[in-house]
């Protein structure tokens, strides 16, 4: 049985193409039906015919599907139309009929259509929202506030919810937006007589999986400490099934052009589908990257961590990451700061945190503990570890033309004392056209991707260590990547590409271009990460449109951090630059509710929790389900807020402080039991995966 | 043991010259063109040079090239000095010999197009079709400052 949905949909104007990614990524096939207009009146155009939404042949169509899906919504509650012509379909509720799935839909009470109103079910048990009585008909969610950005387009601004599945009985944080009105999000209010009244009635269909005709779904979570006052009365739901159709929450962006990694609704979508028992062809595998797993930052206010206490920290949440991978069969893979060894003096990278005299020996001590987690992880598969360079030129691969005073290493086969070629020749002829006699005595077959070329009078190394290195070639790429895995090998890992996994996330995002991932290929990598543009601040190169090259993988990225800008203050911290912590970095202090009351109000430390943990994991859901990417974070520049006596302690506000006397807050330690809640509440779509499954799933549903 | 592949509704084969597995190319569509040549020459005043910086009249710059209707040269000149250029070509027999001395000239000595750090582009030939086996381009400094000629050259079928 293939899985099959049908999307409904008003026009392609507006459409997401996420919608459809989504379920490319999935495996499950779908078909587009759009509605001729707002009203009842509409037709819904369908591949088969035309048909009244009322009518036995559009009921007879849509029973082939396992799922018919509700696109469209709206942030006005006093529109009078949107999907009104859906109303007949909520009352097509045989064993035959499709699940129904409606996102964020526009029941409300504006709408005056007779046709709508006398067909709506007199026993549906949410209230319909009332743009003239907000506050009797539905329910402000997270504080109440209008959004910073409009609602339901921006890409930042994440709105907070922790919810809790009473079926599942699990808790997770998922941006929730049932209802939007003035910019401010809302849950529904149930009418608890009717849901009594639907949840003690016996109801057959495939999708009540508790053989009833109503069932809540999902309901805002109870809070876990007095500090959190954000509570909402025992009448606030979340989701909701009646009969067979879902009532949840938005599921993607009003937007068409992002068909990539920044829907940050998309959990519903997926939760919707399982619920439906759309069975997909494929899971989605989740993975979590880091880069610079073990690295020092400075050692002032406000924390004053000294160099041993980062080392604590890290030591104390890697050993935790890597019993979570060992756990949940996961592998967190990390891009390790290389080129220390011989292109930089920064003590707090990983070579010289180690081996540097310049560090006292209890420090390189420290780092050295962190450092035998991370190569015990890399030996048993759960803390990976690749090759990740900032010390070329600029930064990353082929970051500018020419990488000044570079410094290689020595032996193997590239490194000094032995001449190399370090740029192009400077006569490149293809073989098949070379004129005989031309070719001079140093030539040699250079291949690139399809492209061979005889190179002759090629630029060399010299027998010297130190050098300035043209960036843009392969003869260059195979230096550096040689040296980097020359280091990787000196820090006592047996490989510099992540094990079996044959990959790397690369420094800046940059992978180079052609010559760098033929380097690559030849170094025995499979893929690495990589940014569209892909030797930034050069700028001359973007990654192929398909991101697969000659067999060789460019994930996309997408970053996680709880700050932008050097190492995070917190979840939010006063008086602080924006880009110094989370909220600011994210604009999720809407209309002033976090920062206005951040000391006064205990709760608004709780909100601005809620708000990164949903803003953070709905972009890691997105880079898994959309983009098929990596998700990534930079754990000193993540963890500094913790308490580095209470390192693992999970978030408790204000009753648990960190050294500048903020709520502590562990990045790594909530990020990964968030996605795992979520991981636990879609078995039938996610699992916990490697990078390895995410080239293999792209190779399966992209093609070549 | 062969290895063996169901190579019609019916018909199991083993893998060998004559029956290889069947394959579908991935990520490659067909091009009709091929990079042959990149190159960065010194233009100077020496007569006879060319984008290979031989001055040995009688050798190509490319051969081979009779499956290329036209080449196209890119170049990118760091300077405007006076500079001509003079592209040569002739056919060659199946052993390769071209069939006779010398050359047709197909592009006489004429001034490079473009100004100082820009990019310019020349059809060869400039009109009708091309398919000789060997071409020669020359480049040559009529005036001015010796400098840098960075070429590239495409065939297309």
Redesign the interface.
């Known amino acids: 049985m293939q899985p099959k949905v049908c999307l409904v949909l008003n026009n392609l104007g507006n459409f997401n193409r996420a919608w459809t990614q989504i379920l490319r990524n999935l495996g499950i096939d779908y078909t587009l039906c759009i509605a001729t207009s707002t009203t009842t009146g509409a037709n819904i155009q369908t591949p088969q015919g035309v048909f009244s939404p009322s009518s036995p042949d559009l009921r007879g169509y849509f029973r082939q599907f396992d799922a018919v899906i509700l696109c469209e919504n709206t942030n006005n509650l006093a529109s009078t139309s949107l999907i009104n012509y859906s109303v007949f379909w909520m009352g097509w509720n045989d064993p035959e009929d499709p699940a129904f799935l409606f996102f964020n839909p526009h029941f409300s009470a504006a709408i005056g259509e007779s046709a709508y109103n006398s067909n709506f079910p007199s026993d549906f048990p949410i209230v319909r929202p009332n743009p003239s009585d907000i506050a009797g008909t539905l329910y402000a969610a997270d504080g109440g506030t209008a959004s910073s950005l409009v609602l339901g387009i921006g890409i930042t601004g994440g709105r907070g919810a922790c919810v809790l599945f009473p079926a599942e009985n699990i808790r997770a944080h998922v941006i929730s937006i049932c209802s939007v009105q003035s910019n401010i999000p809302y849950y529904w209010k149930l009418d608890t007589a009717k849901h009594s009244t639907l949840a003690s009635t016996t109801y057959t269909h495939r999708v009540a999986r508790n053989g009833r005709a109503g069932e809540i779904l999902a309901v805002p979570a109870p809070p876990t400490s007095s500090e959190d006052t954000e509570t909402y009365p025992a009448d606030c739901v979340v989701a909701y099934r009646y009969r067979n159709s879902f009532w949840l929450p938005a599921a993607l962006h009003r937007r068409q052009d992002i068909a990539d990694d920044r829907n940050p609704y998309l959990f519903w979508l997926l939760y919707g589908l399982q619920l439906a028992g759309v069975r997909p062809r494929y899971k989605l595998p989740v993975q979590m990257e880091t880069d610079h797993p073990l690295q020092a930052v400075g050692t002032g206010a406000p924390f004053n961590h000294a160099i041993t206490t980062q080392m604590g920290i890290l030591e104390a949440s890697w050993d935790w990451m890597r019993d979570f991978a060992r756990q949940r069969n996961t592998a967190i893979v990390n891009g390790l700061v290389v080129g220390t060894k011989y292109r930089s003096t920064d003590v707090g990278y990983h070579w010289n945190l180690l081996y540097s005299t310049s560090r006292t020996q209890a420090e390189r001590d420290a780092a050295m503990r962190v450092h035998q987690i991370l190569v015990a992880g890399h030996r048993e598969g759960t803390t990976p570890c690749g090759v990740h360079d900032h010390t070329i030129g600029t930064n990353g691969y082929w970051g500018g033309s020419t990488a000044a005073g570079f410094v290689r290493h020595s032996g193997l086969r590239y490194g000094a004392p032995n001449d190399v070629p370090i740029a192009?020749g400077?006569?490149?002829?293809?073989p098949?056209?070379?004129?005989?006699?031309?070719a001079g005595a140093d030539a040699q077959t250079v291949q690139v991707g399809?492209?061979e070329?005889i190179e002759w009078?090629i630029p060399t190394s010299g027998t010297g260590t130190t050098f300035d290195l043209p960036a843009g070639s392969v003869h260059a790429a195979r230096i550096i990547i040689e040296s980097e895995i020359e280091e990787m090998l000196a820090l006592g890992f047996p490989d510099g590409y992540c094990g079996g996994h044959k990959y790397t996330n690369t420094a800046a995002n940059n992978s180079g271009g052609e010559c760098y991932w033929q380097a690559l290929k030849e170094f025995g990598f499979r893929g690495v990460r990589s940014a569209p543009e892909c030797n930034v601040p050069y700028r001359t190169k973007c990654v192929t449109p398909?991101r697969?090259?000659?067999?060789f993988h460019l994930v996309p990225h997408k970053n996680l951090d709880n700050v932008g800008d050097s190492y995070s203050l917190g979840l939010y911290y006063p008086d602080a630059p924006a880009e110094r912590h989370a909220v600011g970095t994210y604009r999720l202090d809407h209309s002033g509710d976090i920062s206005a009351n951040w000391t006064t109000q205990p709760v608004a430390a709780w909100r601005a929790y809620r708000r990164v943990l949903c803003q953070l994991m709905s972009r890691w859901l997105s880079t898994t389900a959309v983009a098929l990417g990596g998700a990534y974070f930079h754990p000193i520049h993540c963890l500094m807020p913790v308490s580095p006596s209470r390192v693992l302690e999970r978030f408790d506000g204000w009753n648990i402080l960190n050294a500048a006397n903020q709520p502590h807050y562990n990045h790594a330690v909530e990020l990964l039991e968030n996605m795992d809640a979520v991981v636990r509440l879609l078995p039938e779509y996610l699992y916990w995966g490697t990078i390895t499954d995410v080239m293999d799933h792209r190779e399966r549903v992209m093609?070549? | 043991m062969p290895v063996r592949f169901l190579r019609n509704a019916s018909e199991l084969a083993d893998v060998s010259w004559e029956t290889p597995l069947p394959v579908q190319v991935a990520n490659a569509k067909p091009v009709p063109a091929d990079t042959l040549l990149v190159a960065t020459t010194t233009v100077t005043a020496d007569a006879n040079r060319d984008l290979l910086g031989s001055a040995a009249t009688e050798l190509p710059t490319l051969d081979g090239c009779m499956q290329y209707r036209k080449l196209v040269w890119f170049y990118f000149r760091a300077s405007a000095a006076d500079t001509t250029y003079r592209v040569l070509a002739r056919a060659t027999d199946q052993n390769g010999a071209p069939l006779g001395a010398g050359w047709q000239e197909i592009a006489p000595a004429t001034p490079l197009p473009g100004e100082a750090n820009s990019w310019n582009r020349i059809e060869i030939p400039a009109t009708t079709d091309g398919y000789y086996d060997q071409y020669r381009i020359e480049v040559r400094l009529t005036a001015g400052n010796s400098y840098t000629l960075t070429s590239k050259i495409v065939g297309v079928r």
């Open positions: 192009r400077r006569c490149c002829v293809a098949h056209v070379l004129p005989a006699g031309v399809d492209t070329l009078d398909n697969y090259w000659n067999g093609g070549g």
